[in-house]
Protein backbone atom coordinates (compact mmCIF):
# COMPACT_ATOMS: atom_id res chain seq x y z
CA UNK A 1 0.00 0.00 0.00
CA UNK A 2 1.83 3.40 -1.52
CA UNK A 3 2.40 5.76 1.40
CA UNK A 4 -0.41 8.90 1.49
CA UNK A 5 0.43 12.46 1.99
CA UNK A 6 -0.38 13.86 5.14
CA UNK A 7 0.35 17.73 5.63
CA UNK A 8 1.88 19.06 8.66
CA UNK A 9 -0.50 21.20 10.57
CA UNK A 10 1.98 24.37 10.20
CA UNK A 11 1.40 23.71 6.22
CA UNK A 12 -2.10 24.54 7.12
CA UNK A 13 -1.49 27.32 9.07
CA UNK A 14 0.20 29.26 5.81
CA UNK A 15 -2.05 28.04 3.17
CA UNK A 16 -5.18 29.02 5.22
CA UNK A 17 -4.47 33.02 4.72
CA UNK A 18 -3.85 32.51 0.46
CA UNK A 19 -7.40 30.72 0.66
CA UNK A 20 -9.08 33.40 2.60
CA UNK A 21 -8.26 36.42 0.06
CA UNK A 22 -10.01 37.83 -2.46
CA UNK A 23 -7.79 37.53 -5.97
CA UNK A 24 -6.66 41.28 -5.83
CA UNK A 25 -4.95 40.72 -2.42
CA UNK A 26 -3.42 37.57 -3.21
CA UNK A 27 -2.36 39.60 -6.60
CA UNK A 28 -0.80 42.20 -4.89
CA UNK A 29 1.09 39.93 -2.32
CA UNK A 30 2.59 38.08 -5.18
CA UNK A 31 3.45 40.90 -6.90
CA UNK A 32 5.25 42.35 -3.86
CA UNK A 33 7.39 39.21 -3.35
CA UNK A 34 8.20 38.82 -6.88
CA UNK A 35 9.00 43.07 -6.56
CA UNK A 36 11.28 41.69 -3.15
CA UNK A 37 12.86 38.31 -5.30
CA UNK A 38 13.99 40.81 -8.06
CA UNK A 39 15.35 43.10 -5.53
CA UNK A 40 17.40 40.40 -3.34
CA UNK A 41 18.52 39.29 -6.86
CA UNK A 42 20.00 42.88 -7.74
CA UNK A 43 21.49 43.29 -4.93
CA UNK A 44 23.58 39.85 -4.43
CA UNK A 45 24.43 40.64 -8.52
CA UNK A 46 25.83 44.35 -7.48
CA UNK A 47 27.79 43.00 -4.49
CA UNK A 48 29.43 40.38 -7.18
CA UNK A 49 30.07 42.57 -9.60
CA UNK A 50 27.60 41.11 -11.85
CA UNK A 51 26.33 44.40 -13.29
CA UNK A 52 24.49 43.41 -16.14
CA UNK A 53 22.45 40.37 -14.84
CA UNK A 54 21.53 43.21 -11.52
CA UNK A 55 20.07 45.76 -14.31
CA UNK A 56 18.08 42.57 -15.19
CA UNK A 57 16.54 41.80 -12.32
CA UNK A 58 16.47 45.64 -11.18
CA UNK A 59 14.38 46.33 -14.20
CA UNK A 60 12.09 43.73 -13.33
CA UNK A 61 11.69 45.26 -9.79
CA UNK A 62 11.23 48.56 -11.09
CA UNK A 63 8.73 48.03 -13.49
CA UNK A 64 6.51 45.85 -11.14
CA UNK A 65 6.81 48.88 -8.36
CA UNK A 66 6.59 51.63 -10.51
CA UNK A 67 6.26 53.70 -7.02
CA UNK A 68 9.09 52.43 -5.57
CA UNK A 69 12.36 55.05 -5.50
CA UNK A 70 14.47 51.67 -4.27
CA UNK A 71 14.59 49.75 -7.30
CA UNK A 72 15.63 52.59 -9.03
CA UNK A 73 18.75 54.08 -6.97
CA UNK A 74 20.30 50.29 -7.47
CA UNK A 75 19.38 50.36 -10.97
CA UNK A 76 21.50 53.43 -11.24
CA UNK A 77 24.42 51.52 -9.63
CA UNK A 78 24.38 49.07 -11.19
CA UNK A 79 23.79 51.49 -14.50
CA UNK A 80 27.29 53.33 -12.99
CA UNK A 81 28.91 50.17 -12.24
CA UNK A 82 28.07 49.00 -15.57
CA UNK A 83 30.16 51.99 -17.03
CA UNK A 84 27.18 53.33 -18.88
CA UNK A 85 26.81 56.87 -16.59
CA UNK A 86 24.05 58.34 -18.68
CA UNK A 87 21.62 55.88 -17.78
CA UNK A 88 22.17 56.10 -14.48
CA UNK A 89 21.75 59.64 -14.50
CA UNK A 90 18.65 59.19 -16.33
CA UNK A 91 17.29 56.58 -14.32
CA UNK A 92 17.90 59.06 -10.91
CA UNK A 93 16.31 61.68 -12.19
CA UNK A 94 13.52 59.16 -12.48
CA UNK A 95 13.81 58.42 -9.45
CA UNK A 96 13.80 62.40 -9.02
CA UNK A 97 10.80 62.46 -10.32
CA UNK A 98 8.65 60.40 -7.72
CA UNK A 99 9.73 61.65 -4.56
CA UNK A 100 8.48 65.31 -3.42
CA UNK A 101 11.11 68.20 -3.18
CA UNK A 102 14.56 67.44 -3.38
CA UNK A 103 15.92 64.11 -1.78
CA UNK A 104 19.57 64.43 -0.49
CA UNK A 105 20.18 61.00 -1.43
CA UNK A 106 19.85 61.50 -5.05
CA UNK A 107 20.45 64.54 -5.18
CA UNK A 108 24.87 63.85 -4.01
CA UNK A 109 24.15 61.05 -6.18
CA UNK A 110 23.48 63.22 -9.44
CA UNK A 111 26.45 64.87 -8.34
CA UNK A 112 28.84 62.62 -7.98
CA UNK A 113 27.90 61.19 -11.88
CA UNK A 114 27.87 65.18 -13.00
CA UNK A 115 32.02 65.02 -11.57
CA UNK A 116 32.43 61.83 -12.47
CA UNK A 117 31.49 62.63 -16.34
CA UNK A 118 33.50 65.76 -16.03
CA UNK A 119 30.00 67.87 -16.00
CA UNK A 120 31.26 70.49 -13.49
CA UNK A 121 28.75 73.17 -14.17
CA UNK A 122 25.45 70.71 -13.13
CA UNK A 123 27.77 68.90 -10.15
CA UNK A 124 28.36 72.78 -8.48
CA UNK A 125 24.68 73.78 -9.21
CA UNK A 126 23.27 70.60 -7.99
CA UNK A 127 25.11 70.71 -4.73
CA UNK A 128 24.61 74.43 -3.76
CA UNK A 129 21.42 73.97 -4.37
CA UNK A 130 21.70 71.49 -1.73
CA UNK A 131 23.88 73.83 0.28
CA UNK A 132 21.12 76.53 -0.11
CA UNK A 133 18.77 74.19 1.88
CA UNK A 134 20.90 73.89 4.79
CA UNK A 135 21.11 69.83 3.52
CA UNK A 136 24.62 69.37 2.94
CA UNK A 137 27.76 68.49 5.82
CA UNK A 138 30.49 70.90 6.65
CA UNK A 139 32.64 68.47 4.89
CA UNK A 140 30.83 69.04 1.71
CA UNK A 141 30.48 72.31 1.59
CA UNK A 142 34.08 72.76 1.96
CA UNK A 143 34.54 70.08 -0.93
CA UNK A 144 31.92 71.98 -2.69
CA UNK A 145 33.84 75.49 -2.22
CA UNK A 146 37.26 73.62 -3.35
CA UNK A 147 35.31 72.53 -6.76
CA UNK A 148 34.06 76.05 -7.44
CA UNK A 149 37.70 77.48 -6.83
CA UNK A 150 39.09 74.42 -9.20
CA UNK A 151 36.33 75.87 -12.13
CA UNK A 152 37.00 79.73 -10.76
CA UNK A 153 33.16 80.33 -10.12
CA UNK A 154 31.94 81.86 -7.03
CA UNK A 155 28.24 82.27 -5.60
CA UNK A 156 27.23 83.42 -2.27
CA UNK A 157 27.96 82.51 0.65
CA UNK A 158 26.41 79.58 2.74
CA UNK A 159 24.12 80.82 5.18
CA UNK A 160 25.92 78.38 7.98
CA UNK A 161 29.25 80.18 7.53
CA UNK A 162 28.20 84.22 7.87
CA UNK A 163 29.92 85.82 10.18
CA UNK A 164 27.01 86.32 12.27
CA UNK A 165 26.65 82.55 13.02
CA UNK A 166 30.87 82.80 14.51
CA UNK A 167 31.53 79.86 12.60
CA UNK A 168 33.30 81.60 9.89
CA UNK A 169 35.64 84.24 11.70
CA UNK A 170 36.56 83.11 15.43
CA UNK A 171 39.09 86.21 16.12
CA UNK A 172 38.17 89.96 15.48
CA UNK A 173 39.64 91.98 12.59
CA UNK A 174 42.61 93.73 13.22
CA UNK A 175 43.72 96.92 12.54
CA UNK A 176 46.00 96.47 9.46
CA UNK A 177 49.19 98.29 10.98
CA UNK A 178 50.71 101.14 9.14
CA UNK A 179 53.91 103.44 9.58
CA UNK A 180 53.32 106.85 11.08
CA UNK A 181 53.79 109.41 8.86
CA UNK A 182 56.58 111.53 9.84
CA UNK A 183 54.95 115.14 9.31
Known sequence: MPPRFFPRPWTLVLL??????????????KQAVQVQNSLSEGRDALKQGQYVRAISALRKAANAAPESVEPLLLLARAHQGAG???????????????????????????ADLFLGE?????????????????KLSNEDILALARLQARQGTRTR?????????????????RRRWRPKSSS
Open 16 to 29: LPLACKDPETAAAQ
Open 84 to 110: NPGAAILTLKQAEGLLPGTDTVIQKQL
Open 118 to 134: GQLAPAISTLVSLRDEG
Open 157 to 173: PSPRWSASSGSARTTPR
